[in-house]
């Protein structure tokens, strides 16, 4: 290479660009085709392109939006949870067990669910549920394995009781968890009479609160749990009847997605304390669950952000057995067995959402050429637009700022003018074409600037693109709307290209919060997603990446998008993909269903208003016969944009 010329750009510098190696667990990777790759069995495991699963599902006739998901990522991210607490178990000589439940409200996909109750099986794992259709489920799942163990949140009332008891009456590894004083009184009415009585836990409300985004589910005002007086009343109330046996676990809830390790240590501590009191007063308690929280590392950085972890499983693992050991040590108590609820750790990288870009709206399409600008006549202009033309004319890089202020100045007076009627709407284009020709000049020369002004940061995204996506924010990444959750965002092919375009992505809805402007970056939140230019007659997917827990559950039907294709991808030695398991997305006629219309009284309504289009000679018989035709195989379309 000759001194001082370029490198040539690398799939190592795309992998950087995307940081890929700091948020994808080593699942996700850069061929070097310049595709990315999935790794389900983790770094050392087969590998399989992407890319070249989308092409293989578009000629299956299963066209983007699609959601993709690996079983076999699944179960690696379950064994390593396993073996996580087997080592910090081992290291520490902890003389319990470890036992992790799925709770299914993260992800309810009933193959997913399968998958992790066959799966955790095997490994002494059970399941969570927060509701009787939960429970209901989960009690038909695990049919076969009454020895698995079932974890019983949320609110109850008498039929949830009531189905806790007949699970109970047939052998179940089931137990309660008594979230307030009430529901105590009702396990006690439902079940006096009763031969089996279930297990009970009880949820204990921390005193200390959790940090960053969900730090309000814990401390004092948590939603659900009891305080110490509400737990001692329960220890009380269940001596009184003779059951205090029936009391094996102890439950809390120190956050979602906890971001910071010393939480973790401090709210394990304040659990176990109360767990080692309560054996010192005669309560014989069999389980310690921590709850869920183990986060996943969204954006890579490895701090304590709202979107990453400043810790692993490993350290996750050592902590929580490290503390529970040592205390209960102190006090003389028995190791407990450990049940942990880490849903988002176990479900969120197994999935990855691909969608292909539409089309795409780029500003220096509109930015004049030099020859354009030689042809103004600044005498002809009105006052406003000589401005603007002055001010893109003196830029200079020793005075970038001022030119930015003396364009946004100019143009926000012709803005003016033109609401008051004093620009004509060629005018009023002009005044749009100078000010993103001057824009562009200095955002080129900032580029080159050793230290730019920290003002001029926002024409980065100001001046991107916006890219036009095939999918449903609010139906897909619904965490990205409501809570500005960020996810990885990578193109899954042309990474061997340096992308040359900043963009920002929208979605099809007809909602102006339906687009992405957070993107993993590499010191903080970035605003824009670097892309590469679109081609025409070539699709350009892009990949969503860790979006496995919550999303699937938490969307909704704007617009009527409705659910993408979900499909389910095993990967063998050989590196040789199959689709195990095909759910095909919503149609129209399911979503229009899902809000009580007929489909086929719709049909109707239009087979009517044909024959009076025809018996008024405004189209012919034939002509009805298509138009009914084209209307009932809309219904059985897709909800999203095909081809």
Known sequence: ??????????MDDASQLYLMRKWSAGYFGVSPHGTVVVRPRGPEGPSVDLHEIVCGLQDRGIFTPVLIGFPDLLVHRISA??????????????RGHYSAVYPIKVNQHRHLVERVERVGSELGFGLEVGSKPELLAVMGLTASRPDQLIVCNGFKEACYIQQVLLASRLGRNIVV?????????????????????????????????????????????????????GILEVVTRLREIHRLDRLVLLHCHMGSQITDIQVVNSGVSELTQVFTALHGIGVDLKYLDVGGGIGIDYDGSRTN???????????????????VASVCDDAGAPHPTLITEAGRAMVGHHSVLVCDVLGADAVDRWELSAEEIQALDPSTLPGPLTDLMQALQGIASDRLLEAYQRAEQARDEALTSFGLGRLSLQHRELVDRLFWSA????????????????????LNQRLSDTYFCNLSVFQSLPDAWAIDQVFPIVPLHRLHEQPQRQATLADITCDSDGRLQRFVGHAKVASTLPVHALRPGETYFLGIFLVGAYQETLGDLHNLFGDTHLVHITVDDDSRWSVEEMVEGDRISDVLG?????????????RRDCEKAVRKDRITAAE????????????????????
């Not at 949870?81 to 902890?94: D, R, V």
């Not at 009702?186 to 009880?202: C, E, Y």
């Not at 952000?305 to 503390?323: H, M």
């Open 594 to 606: 899902y809000l009580q219309y007929e489909p086929r009284q719709l049909l109707q309504a239009i």
């Open 81 to 94: 949870l396993a073996e996580a607490f087997a080592a910090a178990m081992a290291n520490c000589g902890y």
């Open 1 to 10: 290479m000759q001194p001082n010329q370029p490198r040539a750009w690398s």
């Open 305 to 323: 952000s709202d979107f990453s972890t400043n810790y692993t499983l490993a350290e996750y693992a050592a902590t929580v057995v490290s503390r």
């Open 439 to 458: 824009c562009l000049a200095i955002d080129r020369l900032r580029r080159v600037l050793e230290q730019p002004p920290e003002e001029l940061l926002e």
């Open 624 to 643: 009805s016969r298509e138009i009914l035709t084209a209307y009932e195989q809309a219904m059985a379309d897709y909800t999203y944009l095909s081809k």
């Open 177 to 229: 968890v008594i979230e307030n004083i009430s529901e105590l009184e009702l396990l006690i009415h439902q079940a006096r009479g009763s031969a089996v009585w279930p297990r009970i836990g009880i949820r204990y409300k921390l005193a200390q609160r959790g940090r960053g985004r969900w730090q309000d589910s814990s401390g004092e005002k948590a939603k659900f749990g009891l305080s110490i007086p």
